[in-house]
């Protein structure tokens, strides 16, 4: 490998095949990184490659010497794929998030939603009991006259009665339609009571529920007015979602709509860096895993690469500088 001034370095290196950073014979003191990029290392050795032409390699000094510190402080760029990958979850996200609020109700309205839903759902509960307790009155009325019209029937018969056990008889009959006609007007005071009671709430609700409803029918129609914005973006985001499924080849965006159907909607995790001293260590957004730093550039090399552990497809944050 033709290295220059750094050849003995590049070549240390080279021997290092695989290993972390800190293993690196001089870590502050990389590098040649034009060289290398053209040797060797580049094909069987990305951790390396990394750490020799570092993450955003065009604005290094082509051929000079990097130190490793300033090579620590650059975060990685991801390849046009997993860029478009990327940038379609985006898209599925937010075309999800668009048609479920089509089908339902904004945030902005949720409360009053709840809140009106939860009184209508009362006054129709109150409206329910108020015609409950005059269909219960009604039937104790109608009771009650059968069982007066058999007393009156029973007592008719008390002249025709022949002997003493007959008449005993009879003023038993009389005695308990008395008492059946005692109890129906139990029931029928206790429905006129509960009719009455919901009358009563319903009369000193219903302003307050009234004032509510103008409220939500004014916030509906606000919605209402807003809806078309909000599909004609789902419109755009279609488009938008179909555009990005035709630049991604066949494979990878099998593999990605498997991995979404798998995790619920979401195919990608972002490689998170531990905030800490020393190598840098990586690990999987959505598990947790620990993420190799050869996964971490084969993200950039290779560019669909998923987790080891949960197999989602990993992505890096953006650099923007
Ligand atoms: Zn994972």
Known sequence: MKCGKQRFLCREIDSYRGAAATACPQPDD?????????????????????????????????????????????HLGMSDELKIIVELQHS?????????????????????HEQHTRQKAEMEGLQAAREEAELAKRAADSEIADL????????????????QREYGALLQEIDTAKEQISSAEERELAAMEQGDEAK???????????????RYQQELQKWEGQKPDVARRADELRQQVAELEAKVPKAT??????????????ALALVMEVDRKGPRI???????????????????????????SCRRILHIEEDAG
């Open 30 to 74: 990389l590098l040649c990184h034009q060289a290398c990029v053209g040797g060797v290392l580049r094909q069987d050795t990305p951790f390396l490659i990394f750490l020799l032409i570092g993450p955003a390699s065009s604005d290094l000094p082509v051929g000079g010497r990097v130190s490793f510190s300033k090579l620590r402080g650059k």
């Open 148 to 163: 007066q019209a058999k007393v009156k029937h029973f007592q008719e018969q008390i002249g025709m009665v022949r002997n």
């Open 92 to 112: 599925i996200d937010e075309l999800k998030a668009a048609e479920d609020l089509l089908a339902g109700i904004p945030d902005w309205m949720r409360e009053l």
């Open 282 to 308: 990586w690990h999987c957004g959505a598990c947790n895993y620990r993420v190799r730093p050869q996964t971490v550039v084969s993200i950039q090399a290779k560019s669909i690469v998923t987790c080891d």
């Open 200 to 214: 009563r709430l319903l009369e000193e609700r219903s302003s307050a529920f009234q004032e509510l409803n103008e």
């Open 253 to 266: 965006l099998a593999l990605f709509e498997r991995t979404r159907l798998r995790h619920g909607g979401s």
